[in-house]
């Protein structure tokens, strides 16, 4: 079995993506002077 390009193009439904790397809405406001701390890790 070979390994899928995370890069290709997919199809989902009538959308065409142009890669499969997706990252969900976030927001890390949440932290003093918006600097990454222990908490957030």
């Known amino acids: 079995m070979s ?3 995370p890069f290709a193009e997919a ?3 009538p959308v ?3 890669n499969r790397i ?3 809405a976030t927001f ?3 932290m ?3 600097l990454v701390g ?3 890790i």
Do not use: F, N, S, Y
């Open 32 to 34: 003093p002077e918006a």
């Open 16 to 18: 065409t993506l142009r």
């Open 38 to 40: 222990r908490p957030i």
């Open 22 to 24: 997706i990252k969900a």
């Open 11 to 13: 199809r989902l439904g």
């Open 28 to 30: 890390e406001g949440v």
């Open 3 to 5: 390994a899928v390009d």
